[in-house]
């Protein structure tokens, strides 16, 4: 287990440092990946999955805000057509990993979730998917989000005027006193604990989120340490890793064509959902397709600035979609499934 932990917290650190996206987690599933099949010596054991799992529904948690309520009247309907577009796109992809890809169906519709490249991977291996075939495609999804379609979409958009809207800087202080993180991780830990035993699929980090939101929006006492998020990303990534041998990883070949296949389908929804935002909702196109754009809450916040977009409202629908997503998603695939012969 220290070997492992070792190993996956010096490959997260190297790919953190090499800037690559999600680096923590995909440096460490690659370091123990490598040593489990060169050595047979990785261990993980099922607790870091429920540890993983609790930590990302807290940093999940501690992202919604009270403004992001008091904004979501006013953005039901675009966040209904992002999310109606989302789980279409991941249905329909589910279909082409499953068939293309030759992975059981519940590994195929997890590998299309458009979620978190932290978050999806643990609640496939929480599920019984193979991760890291969910892991492989959540990658991708996220290096084309992050280093892709901003490029084209301030390509296309050149030439539009884009406004600078009121309220785009949310001016939030972040508490970081030790008694906020204990009492911030004392509740995901005790509701994701509540949400296993109760044996709801990814019970863990959707019973954590919620207690975590609910205790921000009601004595606003949470933080969440970055160190610890690195911490959770590297137990994801050794988890997975730890489970992988050489035959998973030849098989993940055939992953390849249905992987270009979901990036080009999310390309797609990022346009054409992006100019129906743009012309029902009042947004510019450029808001529009960086509401679509399949990266994280976190890195729209950070991507939108450098394409000068500042309305809040395309952080709040990343916001919305993400914990929608995390949350609901995987409840609807698990049923679905179930219907599946």
Known sequence: LLLTLAVGGAGGLLFFKLKVPGGMMVGALVAVTILSIGSGLSYMPSAARVAAQIAAGAFIGTTVEKSDLKRLPHLIRP????????????????????????????????????????????????MGAKAGDVALAQFMRLVAGIGVFP?????????????RREGADRGVTKRTDVGSVLLTLAVAAACGVTGKLLGVPVGALLFSMLGVI??????????????LKRVAQVLSGAYIGSSLGMEDLLDMRVLLLPIVLLVLG?????FLVGGLLHRFFGFTLREGMLIATPAGANDMALISG????????????????????????????????????
Request: net charge negative.
């Open 79 to 126: 966040a209904a057509l992002l999310l109606c577009a989302m789980l279409c796109l991941n249905l329909i992809m589910g279909l082409v990993f499953h068939f293309l890809g030759g992975v059981d169906w519940l590994t195929a519709f997890l590998c299309a979730v458009p979620g978190g490249m932290s978050d999806t991977p643990i609640i496939a291996a929480d």
């Open 151 to 163: 490029s084209l979409i301030l390509r296309v958009t050149r030439n539009e005027p884009v406004p």
């Open 214 to 227: 609910v205790l921000k929006l009601t004595v606003n006492r949470v933080a969440m340490p970055l160190w």
């Open 266 to 270: 999310y390309g797609i929804v990022s």
């Open 306 to 341: 450098d394409l000068d977009v500042h309305s809040p409202d395309v952080v709040v629908l990343q916001i919305v979609r993400m914990v929608i997503v995390i949350s609901l998603f995987p409840q609807l695939i698990h049923l679905l499934v179930g219907l599946l012969p």
